[in-house]
């Protein structure tokens, strides 16, 4: 089973770059001790080619050549067409269609070469206008092409005060579009990974490379090989129902221990994962559905379950919550632990794009830029009722 991944403009190339240099230490450090998961995990995101070397099984697209450029013997599609100006219109309408028939080409040759292609992985930032506007058409074009398929979205949310002044429109623009395309968006927090980083970690200065890292990270502890179960499938599970297709990972440790501290007990794990809740106070997050991942020595499922008032009551017990674990330890972690959940604290995220799109929208800022590639005012309203109604559906769970 293989995954194939996407990956647009310079946050998902810069992600992605992070997340195949992850895997293949993960990797590599098993090849002698467990030969099964390595080559597992090496089939599932990797070619081996004519020198023996491993070539992620990766698409890297851009509209820029400059941050695909160090990334060499790896499947580019790259144009040098100034990018997509901070515009998902731009990258939506026009750029894509300079683009979109080189990457569907590779598409299609990757699958080929796979014995059997499970999923696709796409990658991409919410806030400009390459990843979320190019990406849409992309995603659009490999839904109706392989619908078989499972597709899921890594999108990154910016900072809520980013410096782009567009980014709750294209924001806005992509999640509509998508949202009722794809299987599931897992949607990542720049706030929240920054929190993760000064209070987890223990970071004092934080750039974007930490939060790259923090991101493969936590897709690397989600989809690596688990015992035989296809993490696609688990993923669906998630989502049981078409209103609810936004999922959220947490993780736990963060960062490697030193040679003089003793790796925390599981119930230190998930305590520690229960912290990270602390990023949003006052607010009572009701969980649809959740899986937890124990990676690691001596594992048992002892105190941590959650308690039944945190869950949705139209779910069973054994369907809203899950614990999975495996032996294996992920990277040089004793112990490790991953959360990838569907709840109702994503309220935050999307009432936020959604009030800063219309404070914008009201006032008609920016909107002739979006007109010249076709997206009007009658665009807009549709996207905005669709996010509404999505955000409408997490509020009364």
């Known amino acids: 089973m293989s995954i194939l991944s996407l990956q647009f403009g310079q946050c998902g190339n ?37 020198k023996g070397h491993l070539r992620p099984r990766s698409i890297f697209i851009d509209t820029e050549t400059k941050v695909v450029k160090p990334l060499k013997s790896l499947q580019i599609v790259a144009k040098a067409i100034g990018g997509s100006a901070n515009n998902w219109a731009c990258g939506y309408a026009e750029n894509s269609r300079l683009i979109k028939a080189d990457v569907l ?3 299609r040759q990757e699958v080929e070469k796979c014995d059997r292609l499970t999923n696709f992985l796409t990658f991409y930032s919410l806030s400009g206008g390459t990843g979320s506007g190019v990406g849409s058409a992309v995603i659009e074009e490999l839904c109706t092409d392989y619908p078989n398929k499972i597709l899921v979205n890594c999108a990154i949310l910016p900072y809520t005060r980013g410096e782009i002044a567009t980014q709750s429109y294209n924001s806005l623009l992509n999640l509509a579009k998508l949202y009722p395309l794809v299987d599931s968006t897992i949607l990542i927090e720049n706030e929240r990974l920054h929190h993760q980083c000064k209070y987890s970690i223990g970071l004092s200065e934080i750039t974007y490379n930490h939060l790259n890292a923090l991101i493969a990270q936590q897709i690397s502890a989600i989809f690596q090989p688990l015992n035989n179960t296809n993490t696609f499938e688990l993923i669906k599970e998630l989502t049981p129902h078409k209103n609810f297709k936004f999922l959220q990972i947490r993780t736990e440790p963060n960062k490697n221990l030193s040679d003089f501290e003793c790796a925390m007990p599981w119930v230190g794990l998930w305590n520690g994962l229960n912290k990270q809740n602390r990023f949003d106070a006052n607010f009572t ?14 594992f048992t499922e002892c105190n941590l379950r959650k308690t039944s008032k945190d869950f949705v009551k139209w779910l069973s017990k054994d369907e809203n919550f899950k614990i999975l674990s495996t032996n294996v330890r992920f990277l040089s972690y004793k112990r490790h632990l991953s959360q990838i959940l569907n709840g109702s604290n ?7 794009i959604l009030e800063d799109a219309w404070k914008l929208f009201t006032h008609a800022a920016y909107i002739h830029h979006y007109k010249k590639f076709g997206v009007d005012e009658h665009w807009f309203l549709e996207s905005f009722q669709v996010l509404e109604n999505v955000l409408h559906h997490y509020k009364t769970v």
């Open 14 to 50: 810069q992600v992605c770059e992070m997340l195949y240099s992850l895997l293949e230490q993960d990797i590599q450090a098993k090849k002698t001790i467990n030969q099964d998961f390595y080559a597992e995990s090496t089939t599932k995101w990797f070619d081996i080619n004519n």
């Open 285 to 298: 997050n009701q969980i649809i559905a959740s899986t937890l991942i124990a990676r690691g020595d001596g």
């Open 346 to 352: 994503i309220v935050k995220p999307l009432n936020f």
């Open 105 to 107: 080409n590779l598409v």
